[in-house]
């Protein structure tokens, strides 16, 4: 039941683009609900679906810009076949922790900046 939860909590995050992949592995792994690897594999699997499904909604409101989308794609393939390799040379414990770290960088970024925006009143 937990896990149905945090999947359907992180695919609503994740289609109104506030990131919901990196709390559905933070929370999956955080409840060991799944090993980290296996948790990135359905990461990938719900980022594959909210993507189809966020790129259909932009086509038909003419967000989409086809110039940007094969410039995206290009370097998402570029980038994927990286993390792949590299997922696959570093151990699951080592993977996991440079996970936490970067989240921890990226969520003290967020709050700064959020703090330094809402000293400047742009909040």
């Given at each position: 039941m937990l896990f149905i939860i945090i999947s359907i909590s992180a695919a609503i995050l994740a289609g109104s683009g506030v990131g919901g992949g990196s709390i559905f592995i933070l929370l999956i792994t955080a409840f060991n609900l799944l090993d980290y690897k296996t948790t990135m594999g359905y990461n990938l699997i719900m980022f594959v679906v909210v993507g189809i499904t966020a790129t259909i909604?932009?086509?038909?409101?003419?967000?989409?810009?086809?110039?940007?989308?094969?410039?995206i794609i290009f370097?998402?393939?570029?980038?994927?076949?990286?993390?792949?390799?590299?997922?696959?040379?570093?151990d699951e414990q080592n993977?996991?922790?440079?996970?936490?770290?970067?989240?921890?960088?990226i969520g003290t970024y967020e709050i700064i900046s959020s703090l330094i925006s809402f000293k400047r009143g742009k909040i």
């Open positions: 909604n932009n086509i038909k409101s003419k967000k989409f810009d086809k110039k940007i989308f094969f410039k370097l998402c393939l570029i980038g994927s076949y990286i993390g792949v390799h590299f997922a696959k040379i570093v993977l996991k922790k440079y996970f936490y770290i970067f989240m921890l960088i």
